[in-house]
């Protein structure tokens, strides 16, 4: 019987090895299918290291853009500005001749020149003004608004200087009546001039 038990134990200790092994068995088929996943998981580590250049990349590149398009827009608001006052500039050359005259009664196919010229010779002392102050353009500013009966402004470009500055000059003899000359401004420089 001896035997026997002896067999018994052994088989016993078969089955336990057996058992073990087979314990072990899953374990390292737990362990590939770790390792697998691993396989995977670095896999997707490695795209996602790649999507970081790259996007680390894009934005550099971005960032460059952007610096190149921040400093065309400093040179374009720069270009501007140096336009602007250019354009500034040939307005208060070209209005250099003019005169505003405010007040002057205002009716429906008016002639402004012969109006001015009237007024130099009637209110303002200037003998032969028609024939002595040339004046190249005249019109009123602005459209006439329904409801207001205010007149609106005329400008004139005297064909010379001197003879803008004679009229400005003696607008003195206006005074008592509602009629007033001032001088004709670019809206930027006008306002800056109100300012001051």
Request: proline share 2%; charged share 40%; net charge positive.
């Amino acid at each position: 019987m001896q035997l026997n038990e002896k067999e018994e134990e052994t088989r016993i200790e078969m089955k336990e090895i057996y058992d073990m092994f087979k314990t072990v068995m899953k374990k390292l088929e737990k362990l590939d299918n770790i390792e697998a996943d691993m396989k995977e998981f670095r896999k997707s580590l490695d795209y996602a290291h790649e999507e970081i250049a790259d996007l680390k990349n894009a934005n550099k590149t971005m960032k460059a853009d952007q610096a190149k398009a921040a400093e065309r827009i400093v040179k374009l608001e720069r270009d501007n500005n140096t336009l602007r006052d250019k354009v500034i500039d040939i307005q208060a050359r070209s209005m250099r001749d003019n005169l505003l005259f405010f007040n002057m009664p205002e009716s429906e196919g008016e002639n402004t020149t012969e109006m001015i010229h009237h007024l130099l010779e009637s209110k303002m002392d200037f003998e032969d003004a028609r024939n002595k102050v040339k004046i190249d353009r005249s019109h009123r500013i602005g459209k006439k608004r329904a409801g207001n009966n205010r007149p609106r402004p005329i400008v004139v470009k005297f064909n010379y200087h001197q003879d803008r500055e004679f009229v400005r000059i003696n607008a003195k003899k206006l005074k008592g009546t509602k009629i007033g000359i001032s001088e004709q401004f670019p809206e930027q420089i006008e306002s800056i001039r109100i300012q001051n």
